[in-house]
């Protein structure tokens, strides 16, 4: 069954009607805090019984005996309380009654009072009131006189103050004569703003000077033999002349020695050039006896000063103030020595000197525990509890809230903090090269990409086109990039993310533009303009060399495809670790506990934490983040699209090496008519030359090597990269992609749901014939020297041939049907002159390329074509 419990105070008068247990337990209600733990102890549990568990029925009665002895206790105290509520109404009414009288007595009393001090001024006789006033003025006197006479005892002091000191030094009673000076100091202020100041102050510091002079030999010997009772003895000498600074001083320099000598006598094999320890080998070391040190000094701090913690922070920040070469100065070194590779043994160093760090702040909380226990001891002790009271986590029908943080324990963080300021100098050093990470991060990453690609001139035989080999290296790059996010969680605590983005981002376009290179450089030598003598490539019947080509770059475009999706895993396991760097830091500064340390604080304040930082972040999770290296490989496909679709249309290609050189565009004659006994007799259809019939035969076969390869996903991956592709043709759901800093929409898709096949081998098939095109348009037919009647009629039905062919494979290519329109237009006579003078002919070419047909034909009529397009396509001459 279930209880439900209202909190709220009761008020429970002395039972009447109910069992003795149960009103002594009504009894007992206002000894608690609340209604819930009077309820838990007030039920019975197994603890109370000697069975392990209680019956159900049993306590239903109980809860039933105390519900109607609560009920019965409710309706007692509501009667007493109407009851006062009752008589208080009837009283209320005469209170104002009885103030008013109250007043009214008191006015009576005042002016009776001010009566009778009259009356007594008036019974005091003159003489007797001027006795009474001088002597109130001679006491006054008298107090003063003794307070001059203290004055004159502290200055009479002064005129024996060398002679005793000096006398106590020579005894060695250093203790009365520290003593001596104290009194002297405290009399200092009576000559505060007189003459007399400055030369008994001289005299003060010449005496604690002595004083110091005299115990410091002694001083240093007791550390160095850890005298405590001694150096005590001398902590409170000290003390007395204002000179504790002093002290701590030789006691700090005297405990330091042997760690500083350590540091200062190492040499170092990457920081000095000598010796054959390297810092990283040294570094333990020296922690470990610097650690030993404070762990020594725990104890002996803890008997001889008052605040050990603060003593024994102070001693090690004496440490680290007294290195030399300072830290800073060594891991100089270390970068001059190690080059770009460094970030690796700085982040080896910071992971011992955070492990000290550690360890140092462990050893500071036993001491200062141990200085709260002592004061603790000493405190008087706390008045015992007027009730225990029984607690029972079994049965518990409530959860407490957790208290809230007591300013007291505000104010003990905020003193252990600046217990800790020595970790500020410890980290400090490290700051510089944190602030530097992207750099160093960045320069890391390249040094391993030299080491990964620095074989890759050879090629293993059994995998010629460097596929395997690409992939392979892609293996090692991902795996040095997933390295470089425990480098900066390590290195900056998160802090350096922005960094960490940009330098991988780098690295991998660093990577994919070196593999983008070398396909440019080995297919160079590929790509020499076809000649026509070649032979054995009619129709689609590749040769040996194409189909390894072929191979080659399908291979290529299928590493391209497996490095996308590496990266694509890569990303999301980037932004899994900036959703982990950003919950901590969120949880650091909601709550300045989880992170106390200045190593943290100082990253907080440095540079690094900025607005980009916040904003990467706080980025959404479709936002990519490795933009450079995403438009790298695009790149990467696009080149090995372009290879590919140079290997797939070279038997299309070569036919139209010598299209512009055949003899037909210069044969006499018109190519429009016939002359027959007198008579114009027209001609029809003119037959497409061979070579645009074979071109036009091999691309209807393109669609045929496309059944075998459509199905491979090499094909399929970043088809918005295809030359001369219109993306709007491709009906695909568009995914923001970004090149550069801007956004751009692309066809391209999640790889796990790729295009159709259909779509693929249309994609492919529109793009060749484009290029295809593309090339006829703007470098064969602009080649075109003369071109007669009889020629323009053979290109305009050679152009009209291949139109038809386009069409019937669903491509529109509105610079084919330009030059077809400006062939067959009425003035084609102009054009015709102009392409066979040679002095004209480049600026024909020039206009093809540039100007609309109409103002083509206009220009010539006015024979400005030269004028207007001079120096263009020079080298078609």
């Known amino acids: 069954m279930a209880v439900r419990i209202v909190e709220m105070p009761l008020l429970v008068p002395t039972m009447t009607v109910a069992s003795s247990s149960n009103t002594q337990a009504l009894d007992t209600l206002s000894e608690y805090d609340d209604v819930i733990s009077w309820i838990n102890d007030t039920l019975p549990t197994s603890e109370d019984r000697e069975q392990d568990t209680v019956e159900l029925s049993e306590l239903d009665q109980h809860i039933t005996q105390l519900l109607a002895s609560l009920d019965i206790s409710s309706e007692d105290t509501s009667s007493q309380l109407e009851r006062t509520v009752r008589d208080v109404s009837r009283a209320v009414p005469r209170l104002t009654y009885d103030l008013h009288f109250m007043k009214d007595g008191a006015l009576t009393l005042q002016n009776g009072l001010v009566r009778v001090r009259s009356r007594a001024k008036a019974a005091v006789p003159l003489s007797t009131q001027e006795a009474l006033n001088k002597l109130h003025f001679l006491d006054t006197i008298k107090n003063h006189m003794e307070l001059a006479r203290e004055v004159l005892r502290e200055a009479e002091s002064w005129s024996t103050l060398e002679i005793e000191v000096t006398s106590l030094l020579s005894d060695h009673n250093y203790a009365k004569a520290a003593a001596r000076l104290s009194e002297a100091s405290r009399s200092m202020v009576v000559f505060q703003n007189t003459p007399e100041y400055d030369p008994r102050r001289a005299l003060m510091v010449n005496l604690q000077n002595q004083l110091e002079a005299s115990l410091s030999s002694a001083l240093v010997a007791a550390i160095n033999v850890h005298d405590l009772a001694a150096c005590k003895s001398y902590f409170s000498i000290f003390s007395d002349i204002q000179r504790e600074h002093e002290f701590r001083n030789y006691y700090n320099g005297s405990c330091r020695a042997e760690v ?10 990457d920081c000095d050039g000598e010796g054959t320890l390297t810092f990283v080998e040294f570094l333990p070391k020296f922690y470990e006896q610097f650690l030993s040190l404070l762990n020594l000094e725990r104890a002996s701090m803890s008997f001889i000063f008052p605040d050990p913690a603060v003593s024994l922070s102070a001693l090690t920040s004496s440490v ?5 070469p300072t830290f800073s100065q060594r891991l100089t070194s270390l970068l001059s020595h190690y080059g770009d590779s460094v970030l690796k043994t700085l982040i080896s160093l910071f992971k011992m000197t955070e492990d000290f760090a550690a360890a140092a702040e462990k050893v500071t909380e036993k ?30 029908m409530s959860w407490r809230n957790t208290p809230t943080r007591s300013p007291s324990t505000t104010q003990n963080i905020t003193k252990l903090c600046n217990l800790l300021e020595w970790e500020q100098e410890l980290f400090q050093p490290f700051l510089d090269f944190q ?23 050879v090629r293993d035989d059994a995998d010629p086109d460097g596929a395997r080999l690409l992939r392979e290296r892609a293996v090692d790059v991902f795996g040095a990039a997933e390295e470089g996010v425990t480098r900066c969680v390590s290195f900056t605590h998160g802090y350096g993310a922005m ?24 297919s160079s030598s590929s790509f020499s303009t076809p000649t026509s003598t070649e032979e054995g490539l009619s129709g689609l019947d590749y040769t040996p060399q194409d189909w390894a080509e072929f191979q080659h770059y399908l291979h290529l475009l299928s590493s391209a495809r497996s490095v996308f999706e590496r990266l694509l895993s890569f990303e999301n396991k980037l932004r899994a670790s900036l959703i982990q760097v950003s919950t901590t830091l969120r949880l650091s500064r909601e709550d300045p506990t989880i992170s106390s340390s200045n190593r943290s604080q100082l990253l907080s304040q440095s540079t690094l934490h900025s607005p980009d930082l916040h904003t ?27 290879c ?36 114009q007799v027209p001609s029809f259809s003119l037959s497409p030359s061979e070579t645009v019939q074979r ?8 669609p045929q090597l496309f059944e075998v390869y459509v199905d491979d996903d090499a094909l399929s991956f970043s088809l918005h990269t295809l030359p001369h592709i219109d993306e709007p043709e491709i009906p695909l759901e568009p995914q923001p992609v970004y090149v550069g800093h801007a956004r751009r929409q692309s066809i391209s898709r999640p790889l796990a749901q790729g295009p159709s096949p259909e779509l693929v081998s249309s994609a492919w098939l529109s793009s060749l014939s484009r290029t295809l095109l593309t090339h006829l348009t703007k470098e064969v037919l602009p080649r075109i020297l003369t071109l007669s009647q009889v020629g323009s009629a053979q290109l305009s039905s050679d152009l009209g041939y291949l139109s038809n062919i386009v069409r019937a494979i669903n491509i529109e290519f509105d610079d084919l049907e330009r030059w077809r329109t400006c062939i067959d237009s009425e003035d084609g006579g102009a054009i015709r002159d102009t392409i066979s003078s040679d002095q004209r002919r480049e600026s024909y070419v020039a206009v093809m390329h540039q100007s609309p047909w109409k103002t083509v034909i206009f220009k010539a009529k006015l024979n400005l074509l030269p004028v207007l397009v001079n120096g263009h396509h020079g080298g078609n001459r």
Not at 375 to 391: G, I
Not at 440 to 447: Q, V
């Open 260 to 269: 500083v000598a350590l540091w200062q006598n190492a040499q170092l094999l």
């Open 435 to 457: 602030v530097e990470y992207a750099s160093l991060e960045r320069r890391f990453l390249d040094d391993n990409l030299r080491h990964i690609t620095k074989n890759d001139s």
């Open 367 to 396: 001491i200062k525990h141990s200085a709260i226990s002592i004061e603790t001891s000493e405190s008087p002790t706390s008045p015992p509890l007027a009730h225990k009271r029984r607690r029972s986590m079994r049965m518990s």
């Open 695 to 702: 071109v036009a035969d091999n691309l209807l076969n393109l």
């Open 320 to 324: 680290l103030s007294a290195l030399q």
């Open 616 to 642: 990467l972040l706080e980025s959404r999770p479709t936002d990519p983040l490795l933009v450079e290296a995403r438009a790298a490989v695009y790149l990467f496909a696009r080149t090995c699209q372009e």
């Open 499 to 522: 960094g960490l983005v940009q330098a991988l981002d780098g690295f991998f376009k660093s990577f994919v533009d070196m593999q983008t290179n070398d396909l440019r450089k080995t």
């Open 644 to 679: 590919l679709q140079h290997t797939i249309l070279s038997p299309l290609m070569k036919p139209l090496s010598g299209y512009a050189s055949l003899p037909l565009w210069s044969a006499p004659g018109d190519g429009k008519s016939q002359r027959v006994n007198e008579l």
